[in-house]
């Protein structure tokens, strides 16, 4: 197995964690502040880097490189490869004093090895691997790697934006700055803003490196060191034949119809140890072209282009079109040779032993800081590894091309081994789950599985292994793959079990080897499994320490196996007794594999802990006051200590109190030992107990597991409050929403419950209640779909998702979609089942509504399909089933649709016109020339896998992180920094740069900094946190808005406004695409903007978005709440900036009296509003008498100035909002004469005039409601 994933210690500038945190252990912190790690056992290592010199080979060059004693050489050698300077060499061994150095030797163990000293580059022969090896890293370094077709990872794979919105600011300068373009808030959001930015293509420094139709060489050629041959088209149109040998790399004599691979003696005869150099000197051009080539890869930021290495990147789900630059086919004879020079001939280098390295991986030594952080990046790695092969070998499986071990079983009971990985499909093939619910309780078993052995995986228990576990979703397919055990495929002996613990042969036997009692009583414990008997099919008992569905397997490697982890949960059995809407069997649940969530276990393990210490602390209390009393004591005032004690006990930490002897310090202490709370995983599943005694214990478990169930439907409830009083933040989409039931325990199948739930709030919760129905529809037509899916035929399946999609989405525009399907392809696949072509979108509807039904007990309104919002229930769909689909602007109604923008108001007459221009333009729909549909085939270009991995977080990173953090919150500042850094090189080290559990990294450590005023730090902590998870999470994910977000923030308090605007606008416009308008969160980001554009006095602007926050809030709090109040008073004073001092007044005295009829005329926030109101209505008062002085003048012939009046009443209004004095001024007018001074009606109405009219127009809250509204 390689060992190249050695890793050294953190190299940060603040020294290792300390254990003053209780997160990182091997450690200690000096006296004079700084912080060293300390070995158990071990002799102390100095870990401060120091200057080596690296000589080269050639020319007498050298270059410094800064090294940490506790780094390995090998790494030191990546250092070198990576270096401007020394990138053409690949193949050398280092050497100090003449002396060959271990790759794999710590630098520290070297004897001399210190700061001055040389380290000297010595060439070293080739191998066939090494030569491979070698032309691929030169390939990939000069741009001579064409695009690459990628059946896993997909179309435009890591895509990053961020350099295109960067490119889009506006330039700086004091006017360019308040020329803000009016943003358009009812405009549909731009698709295309998802899609990379069309750039020239990268110049090449040469035309085309590839193996030559001479490769290989022969046996006797072989012989005299010949490993490959190679033909080099350069920039300059000549084509040279080269030959790798074990000594580097020579031009021969070879033509494409002459074979003579031996060196060219004339003048053009080059010959060299690396291909680099020899580009360098058959080619003129190649210097000037490859410095050109890195130019223009240094245009982007390196995080956008950098390798993703442990991880699968995110997929776009929309994708240019095929015709675009960005998805260009090019010519490149190598691509169909990578394979060949990446594995070899015999493809031995990419075959693996999963199993072999996943358990001696876990087997390496954890003792000290550096063992733990080797052992956790090897682990990283490989896991990395095996995704990736496992989804591979996965769509090969999905695709049938991969031949089954038992060809003559039924489809779903097929199994196959590809890539040294086992493959099945998440079926019911033989039969296993039939009472439980066939192919539905089969598919949802094998999610919990993985989920079961990351959870195992995280434990990380010490003599319990699990085999690397993957499932991947394709093409309607579920698909498992696993390691493979030692001893699985083995048949056991007459009379023996394969399997060592657990049930066999579906229960009927029941295993409890001994052996595995330890290793499982861990288990356990860890994830609150009660010790429970159980009974075979003979009625025997066996007490079993985890459920009689996880399985223990001793391989034939020794080790012991936890296998079937799907149910280390019990079943929520409250959910099972409930009814659906409809009394019938089709609205039967479709399985019982309806288990609770191991987050709720814990949750309430923790909650029954409290209880607990509560009880113990009354408890106490109580014996202490019948203690006093029985003692007569005659101190009646004197005050209790049980207050203290309760808090010393109930303090994590148990702090010490010295003034205290230790015993009765000893008492004071709760002994957690008496707690116990575990659950039966195995009751309400058909066990049957035989004695009273037993019948007791089972009812007894029966009772907890239903507690369990009520206190579910408290955390509900729970989540519905916290929503409804904003303690938390409403999720963007399916996935977000998703996250949070999640974190709290909650099951997915709840969201029918958590829809009527948040329609009894009204509109407070109505944005939740739209992504829940939204989330139950994309979820139901994603099973509908993969029913009809699962057995097509690939070329076939384009067909398939246009016209359910058709029939979902484009049934405003075509009502009667037409399947558009090969006439050819269709005679060929003639077995096929087209049973699609039948659906009809009334079809598809109603079997949406049964769905929703079944699963999630709820009863989709009447005319649900009209309430939709078209693009995010595409994104949706499209997530779910791993679409890709071509960006353009789909058409979802033929009719004109109802304008966005509120104020326009349209004749009857004109909307014909704009009918008839419709109909007679083809409006970029997509369509067959006879109808139109919203949806073709075209327009699917790819389906990626969707993979549910088993690999674990690090939890010496996570250590360090929470030992920052509890460092800062306890005022030890210097120390929690320290942590912080330590804690992020520890991500980076084990996860690699760019991974989504770094990318969450940067996003905690960036609001840290900013909390600490580190802003420098804190931006470019953001910065790396949006680019790493839109490559990795997914350009328009909630986490990557949320990353955009808090750059913006971060930049405007930096001082860099108009990037902030940028970034914001940004955001916002993904916002709208995952969502739609009018989210409750919107409502402080357009806050933020608005402020943002008034540090840019762009007063106008902030005004638009001022009131645009309003608007929303409205929609969500109404107008008579503290939120709308707040924004009002916002807005006020936008108002005021921007010289509207009318609208001012309004808005500050509707502000006012919300905050007097809700919060009372004493609270500081009426008080406040008051103040505002007077402020601003003496300086209307001041305008408008200007006003009327200038007309009065004008009639009389007098000269006045039209400017400056306004803005006067600006920066009165300005002075105010910064904290300055209003200009002296006063007025005996009370409050509504004084309005009425302004609005121009304090006079008396004239005969002749309107005086209802007049009226409406004096009533400033109408105005006022008309303008915020316009």
Not at 9 to 21: C, H, I, K, R, V
Not at 444 to 458: E, I, P, S, Y
Not at 551 to 565: A, E, I, Q, S
């Amino acid at each position: 197995m390689s060992t190249e994933t050695a890793v050294p210690a953190s190299e940060t500038s603040s020294g290792n964690p300390a254990s003053g945190a209780p997160a990182v252990e091997d450690a200690q912190v000096e006296q004079n502040g700084t912080t060293e790690p300390v070995q158990d056992d071990a002799e102390h290592v100095d870990d401060t880097p120091f200057p080596l010199t690296i000589v080269l080979p050639h020319d007498n060059q050298s270059f410094e490189l800064p090294v940490s004693p506790l780094e390995q050489i090998h790494e030191i050698r990546q250092s070198i490869i990576e270096h401007p300077i020394a990138l053409q060499y690949s193949c050398f061994r280092l050497e100090h004093s003449g002396e060959r150095v271990n790759d794999y030797t710590q630098v520290s163990e070297i004897k001399g090895l210190g700061a001055g000293s040389q380290l000297h580059i010595v060439e070293e022969p080739y191998t066939e691997k090494e030569a491979r090896i070698h032309v691929i890293r030169i390939r990939e370094l000069i741009g001579a790697a064409g695009d690459r077709t990628d059946t896993v990872q997909g179309v435009l794979a890591g895509a990053s934006i961020y350099d295109d919105v960067t490119v889009a600011e506006p330039k700086e300068g004091a006017e360019a700055s308040k020329e803000v373009p009016e943003y358009k808030f009812d405009a549909e959001p731009a698709l295309t803003s998802l899609i990379p930015k069309e750039t020239d293509p990268a110049p090449k420094a040469v035309k085309s490196i590839a193996l030559s139709s001479w490769n290989p060489p022969p046996a006797h050629l072989r012989q005299k060191g010949h490993l490959l041959y190679l033909v080099v088209s350069t920039n300059e149109g000549e084509q040279w034949q080269i030959t790798a040998h074990v000594g580097g790399f020579f031009v021969n004599k070879c033509s494409n119809a002459k074979f003579d691979p031996f060196r060219n003696t004339t003048a053009r005869g080059y010959a060299e140890h690396s291909l680099f150099t020899l580009l360098q000197k058959m080619s003129p051009s190649f210097t000037t072209t490859f410095a050109e080539f890195q130019e223009f890869a240094n245009r982007r930021d390196p995080l956008a282009t950098f390798q993703v290495g442990n991880a699968i990147p995110s997929a776009p789900w929309l994708v240019p079109s095929t015709a675009s630059p960005l998805c260009h086919h090019s010519s490149d004879p190598t691509r169909s040779q990578e394979t060949y020079l990446l594995a070899g001939a015999e493809n031995t280098d990419s075959l693996r032993d999963w199993n072999e390295e996943f358990q001696s991986a876990r087997e390496l030594p954890r003792e000290s800081i550096q063992d733990r952080v080797f052992r956790e990046r090897l682990i990283s790695k490989l896991f990395a590894d095996y995704n990736d092969a496992a989804a591979r070998g996965a769509v090969l499986v999905a695709r049938g091309e991969v031949a089954p071990l038992n060809p003559t079983e039924g489809r779903d009971a097929q199994i196959f081994v590809y890539n040294n990985v086992f493959f099945s499909f998440g079926a019911d093939g033989v039969g296993t789950f039939t009472s439980e619910g066939g192919d539905d309780a089969a598919r949802v078993a094998t999610g919990k599985d993985v989920f079961g052995v990351k959870l195992v995986n995280q434990l990380d228990i010490d003599g319990l292994y699990t085999p690397g576990t993957v499932v991947v979703d394709y093409l309607g397919k579920r698909i498992v793959g696993q390691s493979i055990v030692p001893g699985i495929f083995k048949q056991p002996e007459p009379g023996e079990n394969q399997i060592h613990y657990g049930a066999v042969d579906g229960k009927e036997h029941v295993s409890a080897d001994e052996r595995f009692v330890s290793a499982f009583e861990k288990l356990a414990t860890a994830l609150r499994v009660k010790k429970h008997p159980v009974w075979d099919k003979e009625n025997k008992r066996f007490d079993l320490e985890a459920s009689v569905e996880m399985k223990g397997l001793l391989g034939t490697d020794g080790r012991k196996y936890v296998l079937d982890l799907y149910r280390i949960t019990p079943l929520d059995i409250a959910w099972m007794e409930e009814s659906g809407p409809e009394d019938s069997e089709d609205s039967k649940y479709p399985h019982r594999m309806t288990v609770l969530r191991p987050e709720l276990v814990e949750a309430l393990g923790k909650q029954k802990a409290r209880e607990f210490i509560n009880a113990e602390l009354a408890r106490r209390g109580e014996v202490a006051k019948e203690k006093k009393a029985a003692e007569g004591s005659k101190e009646d005032g004197a005050k209790p200590e049980d207050a203290e004690k309760a808090e010393r006990v109930e303090d994590e930490e148990d702090k010490k109190d010295e003034g205290k002897p230790k015993e009765e310090e000893k008492a004071d202490r709760i002994d957690m030992a008496n707690f116990k709370f575990a659950l039966n995983p195995d009751v309400f599943s058909g066990q049957a107990p035989q004695t009273e005694e037993e019948k007791a214990e089972m009812a007894e478990d029966e009772q907890d597991v239903r507690d369990a169930c009520a206190y579910l439907r408290d955390v509900i409830k729970t989540l519905i409050k916290d929503l409804r009083e904003s303690d938390i933040s409403f999720p963007m989409d399916g996935r977000s929403l998703t996250k949070l039931l999640h974190r709290r325990g909650v099951n997915v199948r709840y969201l029918g419950l958590l829809a009527k739930l948040s329609e009894e709030e009204g509109s407070r919760l109505e944005c939740f209640r739209h992504l829940c129905v939204q989330e139950m529809i994309s979820r139901s037509f994603k099973h509908i779909a993969g029913r009809y899916l699962r057995y097509l035929p690939l070329p076939l399946t384009a067909s398939c998702f246009s016209h359910l999609l058709n029939c979902l989405l484009g049934f405003g525009l075509n009502p009667r979609p037409v399947v558009e399907i090969d006439e050819t392809l269709k005679a060929l696949y003639d077995d096929a089942d087209l049973s699609f072509e039948k659906v009809t979108p009334e079809s598809l509807r109603k079997d949406i509504e049964r769905e929703t039904a079944r699963r999630y007990r709820y009863t989709l309104a009447e005319n649900w399909w009209g309430q939709i919002r078209h693009t995010q229930l595409l994104r949706e769909v499209a997530l779910k089933l791993g679409l890709q689909i071509q960006v353009k602007n789909f058409v979802f109604v033929g009719e004109v649709e109802a304008p966005a923008a509120k104020e326009q108001v349209a004749t009857e007459s004109k909307k014909g016109k704009k009918k008839k221009a419709r109909d007679g333009s083809p409006a970029s729909i997509a369509s067959s020339s006879t109808v139109p549909h919203t949806f073709t085939t075209e327009d699917f270009v790819n389906v990626v896998p969707l993979v549910k991995d088993s690999a674990p977080r690090s939890t010496l990173a996570e250590e360090a992180l929470e030992g920052g953090r509890l460092s800062i919150y306890q005022g030890q500042r210097k120390l929690g920094e320290d942590l912080l850094l330590e804690s992020l090189s520890l991500h980076e080290q084990i996860y690699g740069l760019v991974h989504p559990e770094v990318a969450q990294m940067y996003h905690t450590l960036s609001q840290m900094y900013y909390q600490l005023d580190q802003k420098e730090a804190a931006v470019e902590l953001a910065r790396k946190a949006a680019i790493v998870s839109e490559r990795t999470v997914g350009l328009d994910a909630a986490e990557t808005i949320l990353n955009y977000l808090n750059l913006s923030l971060f930049l405007h308090q930096r001082g860099d406004s108009q990037l902030a605007l940028a970034y914001s606008k940004h955001a916002l416009g993904m916002w709208k695409i995952i969502y739609g308008t009018d989210h409750p969160d919107t409502i402080t980001t357009m806050n933020n903007y608005a402020v943002m554009l008034q540090s840019i006095k762009a007063y106008h602007e902030s005004r638009r978005w001022f009131e645009e926050s309003l608007r929303v809030c409205e929609l969500v709090f109404g107008r008579k709440s503290v939120n709308s109040a707040t924004l009002l008073f916002q807005l006020a004073q936008a108002l005021a900036l921007d010289s509207d001092a009318k609208q001012a007044v309004d808005r500050m005295r509707e502000s006012y009296t919300i905050f007097k009829d809700i919060l009372g005329p004493e609270d500081k926030n009426t008080k406040e509003a008051e103040h505002w109101l007077e402020q601003l209505l003496h300086n209307a008062v001041s305008i408008a008498k200007q006003a009327k002085d200038q007309a009065r003048n004008a009639r009389t012939g007098f000269p006045f100035a039209t400017r400056g009046l306004g803005m006067r009443g600006a920066t009165n209004a300005a002075n105010d909002i910064a904290g300055k004095p209003p200009a002296p001024m006063t007025d005996s007018r009370s409050l509504d004469e004084l309005v009425h001074f302004i609005e121009g009606t304090d006079k008396k109405k004239t005969s002749g005039a309107d005086g209802k009219k007049r009226t409406g127009r004096a009533n400033p809250k109408r105005r006022g409601s008309a303008a915020v509204r316009s």
